[in-house]
């Protein structure tokens, strides 16, 4: 397999402290971190709410690391507007959301910022598979979305592997990104599956070296990708 993208680390500012956030988005920004993963839940899609459209504008008057913004909810269709415009750069959402996925991609698209699907751990990667032509970024999550602090789901590997597998087969300039539990032991795993953007959130803000975790992290995604 051919080392397509670039190995990078997307901090999630779940694990984040809400009272400093201003100031742990520059720490993880100047230690290395490659965009800034948000996480957005409704509290019915998945049994937890976080942060809507507002937040995600404020927060993005912070910094200029991009923003991968995941959208846990039942209809991403009537917000994509609104996320767009509060500073989303690639916006990722589900299969098994109750709003049409091809629609809801081409409103992405049409406002200049990237598409993603993902599925959840349940869901074959194959549904995702239709619509990869039109994707920047698949997500591919390692745990049950909703909380974090969950255990890595090695048995999500085979999805990863056989979505690089069908990325390469038809040429595609995709990244595939895994979400879950993901530290200096699981990295390697998924790297070795061919995953190549890294979303981690208690191992990076619970760091006391976050720019140490980081490059850490690159390092070993790099020395295991697709092995």
């Given at each position: 397999?051919?080392?397509?993208?670039?190995?990078?680390?997307?901090?999630?500012?779940?694990?984040?402290?809400?009272?400093?956030?201003?100031?742990?988005?520059?720490?993880?920004?100047?230690?290395?971190?490659?965009?800034?993963?948000?996480?957005?839940?409704?509290?019915?899609?998945?049994p937890?709410?976080?942060?809507?459209?507002?937040?995600?504008?404020c927060?993005?008057?912070?910094?200029?690391?991009?923003?991968?913004v995941?959208?846990?909810?039942?209809?991403?269709l009537?917000?994509?507007?609104?996320?767009?415009?509060?500073?989303?750069d690639?916006?990722?959402?589900?299969?098994?959301?109750?709003?049409?996925?091809d629609?809801?991609?081409?409103?992405?698209?049409?406002?200049?910022?990237?598409?993603?699907?993902?599925?959840?751990?349940?869901?074959?990667?194959?549904?995702?598979?239709?619509?990869?032509?039109?994707?920047?970024?698949?997500?591919?999550?390692?745990?049950?979305?909703?909380?974090?602090?969950?255990?890595?789901?090695?048995?999500?590997?085979?999805?990863?592997?056989?979505l690089?597998?069908?990325?390469?087969?038809?040429?595609?300039?995709?990244?595939?990104?895994?979400?879950?539990?993901?530290?200096?032991?699981?990295?390697a795993?998924?790297?070795?599956?061919?995953?190549?953007?890294?979303?981690?959130?208690?191992?990076?803000?619970s760091?006391?070296?976050?720019?140490?975790?980081?490059?850490?992290?690159?390092?070993?995604?790099?020395?295991?990708?697709?092995?």
């Amino acid at each position: 397999m051919k080392f397509i993208n670039k190995i990078k680390v997307a901090p999630s500012i779940l694990s984040a402290d809400y009272a400093d956030l201003k100031n742990e988005i520059e720490k993880v920004k100047t230690a290395g971190a490659d965009m800034l993963h948000v996480d957005v839940m409704d509290g019915h899609f998945v049994p937890n709410i976080t942060l809507g459209a507002p937040v995600v504008k404020c927060i993005k008057k912070a910094t200029d690391v991009p923003f991968d913004v995941h959208l846990m909810i039942s209809e991403p269709l009537k917000y994509i507007d609104d996320f767009c415009k509060a500073g989303a750069d690639i916006i990722t959402f589900h299969t098994e959301c109750d709003s049409p996925i091809d629609e809801t991609i081409d409103r992405i698209l049409a406002n200049g910022v990237k598409a993603s699907l993902t599925v959840k751990p349940k869901t074959p990667v194959e549904d995702i598979f239709p619509y990869l032509d039109k994707l920047s970024m698949v997500l591919i999550m390692t745990v049950e979305p909703g909380f974090g602090g969950q255990s890595f789901m090695e048995d999500m590997m085979p999805k990863v592997s056989a979505l690089r597998k069908e990325i390469e087969r038809r040429g595609l300039d995709c990244e595939i990104e895994v979400d879950g539990g993901i530290n200096e032991n699981t990295i390697a795993i998924a790297a070795k599956a061919g995953a190549d953007v890294f979303v981690s959130g208690n191992a990076i803000f619970s760091s006391a070296d976050r720019k140490g975790t980081i490059e850490k992290f690159k390092k070993i995604a790099e020395e295991n990708y697709c092995k």
